[in-house]
């Protein structure tokens, strides 16, 4: 044990948490090298493209020339400088074009839009990033509360990615106060104690356990601290749940039931105002009247422990919180005090590693990034964009294991979904034209939730797809490796996953007859014109969607299938070439 584990865990016993202003502002990425060109750049194109599928939705030919040229500090620099492409603005135009046609909306057209700005999104990082931040911070259109909020949703998204370089804290605070995400959690309108009722705990638990802190104290490298100390136990939640009462819609006028207040223009039960998806109010102080639409018995406990007597909130790490405080001041400092906590470094720079790089980075990996969370340089905690940083460009991403046990140990499953977004990038696909609504149709009518087990901010639950500790029985849980993805990878989805890949294949190329106008065309030209060298043919493909990394024995198999179909048409041999690629167990492994 090093030697600073016992004084670590004596701090964390004591209730002293490791400060962090709830206000500073993160330093500027993009001057923080100077503006010297850092020579590290990738010696081959085949180290770009594994840089890239790491970093974004899938390598383009484009996007490894430009990382050859200027290195990966200065890339990922260009990319943390990058505007947000936002979705929820293309999206309010839709929906309203289509209302005014008298056309149903649904989740759908928030699918399509997710769908473009992952494949052709210009802010690839951030977008990657905000992917892997709604898989910590959920939210899901599974929840009857939120089914129909299709605006708001696609807010939220955007709040991830204009938060994803940022401030951790920032972060913390928005997504505590994103209307959305309050009725999800339950803590929009959360009532303050009663004689005969209390808050609701969802949010002040899983804030907890799932966004900061997790379940039992850590070191630094995310180790257990010894004894397997619990971060909290359920006298925190009862109190912390009291933090987070008094939310409402932020633009409820004072004084006429602002608890109750729903806002205007609904359609289909879901709302289109600004108000659905602004930032909530805190309405901790004001009394409401007893009829009409307000309640007395809806606004926020300053009071603290039984709703009646000035007794302060006794929360995380053993610290309280003063009575008689505002709404605002309370969630302020609960969130400062969850933000500041020494398990958030490790416990989300591991949850991002697993995201990004490996299922199972080494305490070391995992220590290195905690401490540039702790510290960016320049005395920041919390900066996501550093973390980030830390994460790519770190030894055990940038450099595959020699040592056989660590390689086959070595990487992760590539989600489903980036696995579409990796074959439309790698083949140039052409996005539709928009339609008579201003949509362009990305996904096919598909229910990826079914064929995929997975789909943008549509989780079972709010512990994701998958949890960060899955260990699929056999290998990997005898030896305790872990396997986050294989939780959604079964013979079911196997099936329905192989059979949704080849409509986006084998139904979706240039030149075909009949195009559809629901998904991307792939540009198969690049393998078309090589179809009398099957080894050509193989090479290419090898080269944009494996990087270069197919092994000798896969490449004999393709070639040979190719030759067989020597009197298939040209666009059957590319398409089937790319189709069983898509579906070969080392295009499915990322490493």
């Known amino acids: 044990m090093y030697a600073w584990r016992a004084v670590l865990r004596a701090v964390l016993l004591s209730g002293v948490f490791w400060a962090g202003s709830a206000t500073a502002s993160v330093y500027d990425h993009i001057y923080a090298n100077g503006f010297e060109v850092p020579a590290d750049a990738p010696a081959s194109d085949a180290e770009a493209a594994r840089f890239l599928t790491q970093a974004t939705f899938g390598p383009t030919a484009a996007e490894i020339a430009r990382l050859r040229a200027i290195g990966y500090a200065e890339w990922i620099n260009e990319q943390l400088g990058m505007p947000t492409t936002l979705g929820r603005p293309f999206v309010e135009q839709v929906v309203a074009a289509r209302t005014a046609a008298g056309q149903g909306v649904d989740q759908t057209q928030r699918y399509d839009r997710w769908f473009w700005t992952a494949t052709y999104g210009q802010d690839q990082l951030r977008e990657r990033m905000a992917w892997a931040l709604s898989q910590i911070f959920v939210i899901s259109d599974q929840n009857s509360a939120i089914s129909g909020d299709v605006i708001p949703m696609a807010e939220y998204w955007d709040l991830l990615a204009r938060d994803a370089f940022g401030s951790y804290r920032t972060l913390l ?3 505590t106060y994103n209307p959305t995400m309050g009725k999800f959690l339950s803590h929009f309108r959360n009532q303050k104690p009663s004689a005969t009722t209390s808050p609701d705990e969802n949010y002040a638990r899983e804030v907890m356990q799932l966004f900061s802190v997790g379940l039992i104290l850590r070191d630094i490298d995310f180790t257990p601290l010894p004894g397997n100390i619990p971060t909290y136990d359920q006298t925190v939640i009862t109190h912390t749940a009291k933090v987070f009462t008094g939310f409402t819609y932020g633009d409820a006028p ?10 205007a223009n609904f359609y289909g039960g879901a709302i289109t105002n600004a108000g659905s998806y602004a930032p909530m109010a805190c309405w901790g102080t004001e009394l409401f009247p007893a009829s009409g639409t307000g309640s007395g018995n809806m606004r926020h406990d300053i009071t603290g422990d039984d709703g009646t007597t000035n007794t302060p909130k006794t929360v995380l790490a053993g610290l309280t919180i003063p009575a008689n405080q505002s709404c605002s001041a309370d969630v302020g400092a609960e969130l400062d005090i969850i933000a500041g906590h020494a398990n958030v470094a490790p416990f989300i720079s591991r949850q991002l590693i697993q995201r990004f790089v490996t299922s199972n980075p080494s305490p070391a990996y995992i220590q290195r990034v905690a401490q540039v969370f702790d510290d960016n340089g320049y005395t920041e905690r919390g900066d996501l964009g550093a973390v980030l940083k830390a994460i790519l460009l770190d030894p055990e991403a940038r450099t595959l294991p020699t040592d056989p046990v660590l390689l086959a140990n070595y990487g992760k499953l590539r989600e489903p979904l980036l696995r579409l977004t990796a ?35 549509s989780a079972p639950t709010v512990f994701n797809f998958y949890e960060p500790d899955y260990q699929q029985p056999g290998y990997f849980a005898g030896n305790n490796l872990y396997s986050p993805e294989l939780q959604i990878t079964n013979e079911s989805t196997t099936y329905s996953t192989t059979n949704t890949l080849y409509n986006f294949i084998q139904g979706g190329y240039l030149g075909m007859t009949n195009p559809p106008v629901d998904r991307p065309l792939l540009n198969l ?33 393709l070639t040979s299938m190719l030759q067989f179909m020597s009197t298939a048409s040209n666009n059957e041999k590319a398409w089937s070439l790319v189709y069983v690629i898509a579906l070969s167990p080392e295009f499915a492994a990322q490493r």
């Open 423 to 457: 074959i439309w990038r790698a083949w140039d696909a052409q996005a539709q034209p928009a339609n008579a609504y201003g949509e362009i149709k990305m996904s096919y009518t598909t229910n990826f939730l079914n064929s995929f087990g997975q789909r943008s901010l």
């Open 525 to 557: 030209a690049p393998i078309t014109s090589l179809t009398s060298n099957s080894v050509a043919m193989v090479g290419e493909a090898n080269r944009r969607m494996m990087y270069g990394s197919m092994s000798p024995s896969m490449q004999s198999v």
């Open 254 to 263: 004072v004084g006429s039931g602002a608890p109750n207040y729903s806002g």
């Open 173 to 175: 605070g928005d997504v």
